[in-house]
């Protein structure tokens, strides 16, 4: 009896070594799908699963929002494997899952998006109105805000997204089911609407809207009214200030933290390989930190506006008060 007792005490602590091995039971389904493209719940995958929440409640964070929470790391994707329990651990092919080296793209959580509603055979999703945050008129006055352009442009916009008939409700909502279903790009789809409408306005052919600057600043000089016409020479030097700077920033939070990590990936074999590798990472990233003499970048507030205007600011001034009379009267 003591020896059967042994011998399957023994087969017990090896289907545990064997689990530990090979991971969760569905893990080495991963390295198969891979092959086989099949529908296996990912990284990438979960953000598409968070975008079609998104899109069914109709919220108003967009795809492209969503993604900027992530490379902000205001939600955990890269090195996300650090925020688990304590008593979670990482063995064998689930390491691969959580192992991620980049943040996909727009189009491909698009792509996941819509297989994944069709997997999930879901209806008709609820119609986007004029009301919703996703209709191209609303989408138009927050990208208008950010890029710091002229209130006064919404007009503009307003009767394009008419003309093109992209604001109807059978356009814009999603059918996941119905032949050539294909989602809608919305914030694309806005910001498209601004730049033809700033193509309307001032040619944009790198001569016209710089000659129509020269007659902003006239007519500002001359104007008693107190009335600011719009300068695009000015407008464009701001902004191309404001967007470097923020690149710099941008690049710099990226670099320091992609290579921090506050705990390892868990492997039988390789676990004081990854220790020793993250002391070392973490040595060096502390020594070029000294060297640069950079203090590290403030995680801000998580928020879909990347930018703040004032009009007492000279760095960052606020053109949305700015008037657009003479550019429309002679269209």
């Known amino acids: 009896t003591g020896q059967d007792n042994s011998i399957n005490s023994f087969k017990n602590t090896e289907d545990e070594t064997s689990s530990i091995l090979s991971g969760s039971v569905d893990g080495s389904l991963h390295l198969r799908a891979a092959r086989s493209k099949r529908l296996l719940m990912s990284m990438p995958m979960t953000l598409a699963f968070c975008y079609l929440a998104l899109l069914w409640l109709r919220e108003s964070i967009t795809l492209s929002d969503l993604l900027q929470f992530v490379s902000e790391l205001q939600l955990p994707y890269i090195n996300a494997f650090q925020y688990f329990p304590e008593e ?41 109105t004029e009301k919703c945050f996703l209709h191209p008129n609303l989408l138009c006055i927050k990208y208008l805000l950010e890029a710091n352009l002229p209130e006064s442009m919404h007009i503009w916009t307003q009767r394009l997204v008419k003309k093109m008939g992209i604001g109807e409700v059978n356009y814009l909502t999603f059918h996941p089911l119905a032949r050539g279903a294909k989602s809608i790009n919305y914030e694309i789809q806005a910001a498209a609407v601004i ?74 074999k390789n676990q004081a390989v990854v220790h020793k590798k993250k002391r070392i ?40 008060e700015d008037s657009l009379i003479g550019y429309d009267n002679e269209k």
């Open 195 to 268: 730049v033809i409408t700033l193509k309307l306005l001032f040619v944009l052919d790198d001569k016209h809207e710089w000659l129509l600057s020269d007659r902003a600043e006239e007519l500002n000089k001359q104007n008693d009214e107190g009335i600011k016409h719009f300068r695009f020479r000015k407008w464009y030097k701001v902004m191309k200030s404001c967007l470097d700077e923020s690149e710099k920033k941008a690049e710099e939070q990226e670099a320091r933290y992609l290579w921090k990590c506050e705990k390892p990936l868990f492997s039988i």
């Open 281 to 320: 990472i973490h040595s060096l990233t502390k020594q070029f930190v000294k060297l640069t003499s950079q203090p590290a970048l403030e995680k801000r507030e998580p928020s879909s506006f990347c930018f703040i205007w004032k009009q007492s600011s000279l760095e960052r001034q606020s053109f949305h």
């Open 88 to 128: 979670m651990k990482l063995y064998g092919p689930d390491i691969r899952i959580f192992q991620v080296q980049s943040i996909p793209s727009y189009d491909e959580i698009q792509r996941k998006m819509r297989q994944l509603a069709e997997f999930l055979d879901m209806p008709h999703f609820p119609e986007i």
